[in-house]
């Protein structure tokens, strides 16, 4: 599940940014205001806005540009102009400069609400606290506006102040009930802050309204990590596959969709996703580890074996893969591979009392015995061992000739053994007797 949390964190950022761009879209750019010239100066200023306005509309903004500041050279004071000024900044992606011109027009006439709402805009990528304030005046501006509210939400989102975001997008939801971007903002926003049943009502909402199109496939992969997070596995597998007819080249998606499958033992499925995720490039880690998940589940420890070689690669200090590939190792019975990952696993985290319990296994089973001891000595200093792990033991001392050790250690598993049945039993008993019988004689 984390690599599904380490995927949602991921889905819903993607959301703000497109939040961000639709905003930037929704930047109002002035129109051009036909003026009865009275005298030369007049027609001077009524030409250059003309001007101005036809390379806006031909997207010619450096004219645009030129335009705007030869008008202003002449008339400062006008409001409109240096906010028509910064839009054209805006179009060049000139932010400091459009930052500029938007302050000089909200100086010159303080009820700008545009003015306000393009300069939180401006701000929202590179300083999304500053973007906050004027962004919450055009809301005041502009009290019966949607997209003023949606807008507020997002900087305030930015700024981790989930819950005010939330208030803005349903005050904004309010104002219009069928905006798409608003429903994939408050969904998403519900989702972070841990409501994830309120998020998939809003999802279903949204894909009632808009069952087809661009703003569908947001619905779907929003109401999908909904379900993910309330645990209705087979329903946000459905939800996945529905957005990714509209987005097939999404291939974090087609990851976590295999995922789900796996989840649900769809093995072959999510094996089929992974595949068709992983096409013309090289898989990453994540896909790489649910690879070798599904393969250890089906016991193909051969297929399991290179997935999890090219994870290790990718991630060299992940003790935790070289200790899996270990493990496999001795599922396989090559005893001698398991020990040596084992011991490069356990260098790499020499807390880890469990690779230390595998490691004790694998030794033992490669029959270096004095090896196992070793480590079942190591063991020993940190925790109570099993009842078994006496067996083990005196096994160890017995294949290494050392006899009043290994009688010792068959002792004590006998006192702490209660099945009476099992071989270790009667193997250990026969052993005692014997050694009995070879002390005496020495």
């Known amino acids: ?39 030369g100066a007049a027609v001077a200023l009524n030409n250059l806005q003309a001007q101005a306005q036809a390379a806006m509309d031909r997207k010619d903004y450096e004219a645009a540009v030129s335009a705007y500041q030869a ?23 000139k932010s400091v400069e459009a930052k500029t011109e938007y302050e000089k027009a909200i100086s010159l006439d303080p009820k700008m609400a545009a003015a306000y709402q393009n300069l939180g805009l401006t701000l929202l990528t590179s300083d999304p606290a500053a973007a906050v304030a004027p962004l919450r005046k055009a809301a005041e501006l502009l009290p019966e506006n949607a997209r003023a509210r ?49 998020a998939e009502s809003v999802f279903r909402e949204a894909l009632s309204l808009n069952p087809v199109g661009a703003a569908a496939g947001q619905a779907h992969i929003g109401l999908a990590q909904a379900l993910i997070a309330q645990k209705k596995i087979e329903e946000a597998a459905k939800e996945l596959a529905a957005y990714l007819v509209s987005r097939p080249d999404d291939a974090n998606a087609r990851m976590e969709l295999a995922g789900e499958l796996a989840e649900l033992g769809k093995n072959d499925d999510a094996l089929a996703e992974l595949d068709r995720a992983s096409t013309g490039t090289p898989e990453n880690l994540r896909a790489l580890k649910l690879r070798v998940q599904i393969a250890f ?22 003790a ?4 899996q590939l270990g493990h496999i190792y001795l599922e396989k019975k090559d005893y001698p591979n398991a020990v040596n990952e084992l011991i490069v696993a356990f260098k790499m985290n020499p807390a880890s009392n469990d690779v230390l319990g595998e490691l004790v296994t694998a030794q033992y089973l490669n029959k270096n015995y004095s090896g196992a ?70």
């Open 297 to 318: 589940q089906r016991k193909h420890y051969d297929d399991a074996i290179p997935a999890l070689q090219k994870a290790i690669a990718l991630a060299p200090q992940d």
């Open 320 to 323: 935790d893969l070289v200790a």
């Open 71 to 93: 008008y202003l050279s002449k008339k400062p004071d006008d409001a409109t102009v240096h906010y028509d000024l910064g839009y054209a900044y805006t179009a060049m992606q």
């Open 150 to 198: 949606w807008l507020l939400g997002t900087a305030l989102e930015k700024n981790g102040k989930l819950d005010l975001a939330i208030d803005q997008y349903e005050a904004a939801k309010k104002l219009d009930n069928k905006d798409p971007d608003i429903r994939a903002s408050l969904g998403g926003a519900l989702l972070r802050a841990g409501r994830p049943a309120e």
């Open 373 to 442: 001891l070793k480590a079942l000595d190591a063991l020993s200093q940190r925790k109570t061992l099993p009842m078994g792990s006496w067996f083990i033991r005196a096994t160890c001392y017995d294949k290494l000739g050392q006899p009043a050790q290994a009688l010792d250690a068959y002792k004590k598993f006998l006192e702490l053994n209660t099945d009476l049945n099992n071989d270790m039993y009667f193997e250990a008993s026969a052993r005692v007797r014997t050694l009995n019988r070879e002390l005496k004689k020495k």
């Open 1 to 39: 599940m984390k690599a599904r949390s380490m995927y949602l964190a991921c889905c819903w950022t993607l959301c703000v940014f497109l939040g961000a761009a639709a905003a930037s879209s929704a930047q109002t750019v002035g129109t051009s205001r036909t003026r009865i010239p009275q005298d």
